[in-house]
C-alpha cells in the first residue's frame, strides 16, 4: 500500500495541535519551536509530491479514497493534478516562513501557533479535496482560524476587518452551498446514485439554464475570495489589521483559493455559461487591474499599498483564465504562485520594518539603503519581481497571460498592458521614498540590518522568485497535460450547443439580466 502522503501533509499539523496543547502556556520558546518544527516537516514531506508527480498524466495522482457518509453519498476523497500541485506546495512552503515571521508574537502565544496549524489544514484541504461535501468543510474550516488571527491579534480596527472578512466569505459560500446541493440532487436524477464525487459531477450534461445559475452561485463565493472588483473591500481591511503572518497567509494562499476555484469548479463544470461570462469576468478583471493600480499609487501606509496592489495583481489572473487558451490559463495558475511569493515577501518586508520602527507610513522613512543595505536590496529584488522584470518570476506569468488573452482578446491585452505600466510607477515611488534620498527621521539612524530570523524567512522566497524566472519550464511542463485537459474537456462540452439555442446574440446576453434562451432537453439535465 502506497503512503497517503496527501492525508499526512493534510492532517500532520492537527496532530502538531494536539501535542502544542499539551505543552505549558509558559513555555513560549518551545510551542514557537514546535510549531515551526511541525511546518518544516509538512513541507519536506510535500516535496516528493513535485518530485513523483507524473507530468504526462492529466488524470488525478496520489488519489486517495474512503467512505465517510456512505448513506449521503459522502466520501474521503483526495487527488492533485497539474492545477493543484503547485498550490499545495505553495502552502507548506509559506506557512513554516509565516511561522517563523511570528516570532515578535507574544500575546496568547500557544493560541495564535494552533490557529496557524489549523488554518495549514484547511488550506492544504481545500486544494487535494475530490468530493464536494469534504472541500465545503475545508472551505469553511480555514475561515476560522483567519477570522481568529485578524480578530485577537490584528491591528486598532482587528474587530471590524475580522467581522468585515467573516460576513462577506460567509456570504458568498452559502450561495456555493446551494449550487453543491443542486449538483448533488441534479446528478440523481441522472444517474440515480448520490454522490458529492467531482469527477462525477464533471460528466453532467447541464442546460444552459441550469448551468447559468449555477456557475453565478459558484462564481460569487470565488470572486469574493479573490477578491474581483467590486467584492474586493474586505480586504484592505483585513490585510492592514491582520498580523504579519496573517497576511502574508491571506495574501499567499487565502486568495488563490477564489482563482482555484475557478479553474476546478466554473470551468468544466459550467462550460457554456463559462463561456458566456467571458465579457463580464474579463472586464471585472481589467477594472480591477487599473482600479488596484491607481488606489495603490495615493496609499501612504505601506500594507495598505501592498493590499490594493493584489486586487490589481489578482485581475491578470482571472483575465488569463477567461483566454481560454493554454498561455491564459497556465499563466494564470504560474502566477497564482508569483503572487503568493512576490506579496507574501512584501508582506514580509513591510513586517519587518513595522517591527523596527512601529509604523508602516512611507513618510517616516527615507535614506534607509545607506543604513540597512543588505534588507535594501532583498527589497529592491521583491519589489522587481512584483512588476514583472525579467528574469524574475513575475515576468513570466504575466507574459504567458497577456499572451492569452492577446490571441482571445486583443483589446483586453491592450487594456490590461496599461496596468503593468502604473504597477512599475507606485511599486518603484514607493521603493524610492522609503529607500532613497536621505535620513530625514533620527529614529532611522540606529536602524539595524537584516538578523538571522529575517535571512532564513527571505532568501528561500528570493530563490524562488529567481528558480521561475529563469527556469519556469520545471513548473510549466508539470501543469501541461492538465490544462490541456481540461480545455479539451471545456471546449467538447461548451461546443455541444444543438440542444440549446440561444436567440439572443452574444452582445445582447452582455446587456440582458437573463438570456432569452429556447432550451430543448435532449439528454440534457436540467430543473
Not at 124 to 134: A, K, P, R, Y
Not at 447 to 452: A, E, R
Not at 459 to 488: C, E, Q, T
Request: hydrophobic share 55%.
Amino acid at each position: 500500500m502506497s503512503l497517503p502522503i496527501l492525508s499526512l501533509i493534510t492532517f500532520l499539523p492537527i496532530i502538531g495541535v494536539i501535542f502544542i496543547l499539551s505543552i505549558d502556556s509558559k513555555k513560549q520558546e518551545l510551542v514557537r519551536i514546535t510549531s515551526l518544527l511541525v511546518s518544516i516537516v509538512v513541507f519536506f514531506i510535500s516535496l516528493p509530491l513535485y518530485f513523483n508527480f507524473d507530468a504526462r498524466a492529466y488524470e488525478m495522482q496520489f488519489v486517495e479514497k474512503l467512505p465517510w457518509i456512505p448513506s449521503f453519498g459522502i466520501n474521503y476523497y483526495v487527488g492533485i493534478d497539474g492545477v493543484s500541485l503547485f498550490l499545495i506546495l505553495l502552502t507548506t512552503f509559506i506557512t513554516p516562513l509565516s511561522i517563523l515571521a511570528s516570532w515578535h508574537i507574544t500575546k496568547s502565544i500557544k493560541e495564535y501557533m494552533i490557529a496557524m496549524l489549523v488554518l495549514e489544514t484547511g488550506m492544504i484541504g481545500v486544494f487535494i479535496s475530490l468530493d464536494l461535501f469534504l472541500f465545503y468543510v475545508f472551505w469553511e474550516l480555514m475561515l476560522i482560524p483567519m477570522y481568529l488571527l485578524i480578530g485577537i491579534w490584528g491591528g486598532p480596527r482587528r474587530i471590524y476587518a475580522a467581522v468585515k472578512f467573516f460576513i462577506y466569505t460567509m456570504a458568498g459560500s452559502v450561495f456555493m452551498l446551494l449550487a453543491i446541493i443542486a449538483l448533488y440532487f441534479l446528478n440523481y436524477r441522472t444517474t440515480g446514485e448520490y454522490t458529492f464525487n467531482l469527477l462525477e459531477f464533471y460528466r453532467l450534461d447541464l442546460s444552459f439554464a441550469v448551468q447559468f445559475w449555477l456557475f453565478l452561485a459558484f462564481a460569487l463565493a470565488f470572486a469574493i475570495k479573490v477578491p474581483m472588483f467590486p467584492f474586493h473591500t474586505w480586504l484592505p481591511d483585513a490585510h492592514v489589521e491582520a498580523p504579519t503572518a496573517g497576511s502574508v497567509i491571506l495574501a499567499g494562499v487565502l486568495l488563490k483559493m477564489g482563482t482555484y476555484g475557478f479553474v476546478r469548479f466554473c470551468l468544466p463544470l459550467f462550460p457554456e455559461a463559462s463561456h458566456a461570462f467571458i465579457p463580464v469576468i474579463s472586464w471585472m478583471a481589467i477594472v480591477g487591474i487599473i482600479y488596484g493600480a491607481l488606489v495603490s499609487m495615493v496609499q501612504d501606509d505601506l500594507k495598505k499599498l501592498v493590499a490594493y496592489s493584489s486586487v490589481s495583481h489578482l485581475g491578470f489572473v482571472m483575465l488569463g483564465i477567461f483566454a481560454f487558451n493554454i498561455q491564459g490559463i497556465e499563466g494564470g495558475i504560474t502566477q497564482m504562485i508569483n503572487h503568493g511569493l512576490s506579496t507574501g515577501a512584501l508582506f514580509l518586508i513591510v513586517g519587518m520594518l513595522y517591527e523596527r520602527r512601529h509604523t508602516r507610513m512611507i513618510a517616516d522613512f527615507g535614506g534607509l539603503t545607506k543604513q540597512i543595505p543588505v534588507f535594501a536590496t532583498f527589497f529592491m529584488i521583491v519589489t522587481l519581481s512584483s512588476i514583472g522584470l525579467p528574469g524574475l518570476n513575475g515576468f513570466v506569468g504575466e507574459f504567458l497571460i497577456l499572451v492569452g488573452v492577446f490571441k482571445s482578446r486583443m483589446l483586453y491585452a491592450s487594456l490590461a498592458t496599461s496596468g503593468i505600466i502604473l504597477a512599475a510607477v507606485y511599486m518603484l515611488w514607493m521603493f524610492q521614498r522609503v529607500m532613497f534620498h536621505g535620513i530625514t527621521h533620527e529614529e532611522n539612524k540606529t536602524l539595524k540590518d537584516m538578523n538571522k530570523r529575517e535571512w532564513a524567512i527571505l532568501l528561500p522566497i528570493v530563490a524562488m522568485i529567481f528558480w521561475i524566472g529563469i527556469y519556469p519550464n520545471s513548473f510549466l511542463r508539470k501543469m501541461d497535460a492538465s490544462v490541456n485537459h481540461l480545455l479539451k474537456q471545456v471546449g467538447d462540452k461548451a461546443n455541444i450547443v444543438s440542444n440549446v439555442r440561444v436567440q439572443s446574440k452574444p452582445e445582447q446576453l452582455q446587456e440582458n439580466a437573463t438570456p432569452k434562451i429556447d432550451i430543448v432537453p435532449e439528454n440534457k439535465t436540467e430543473w
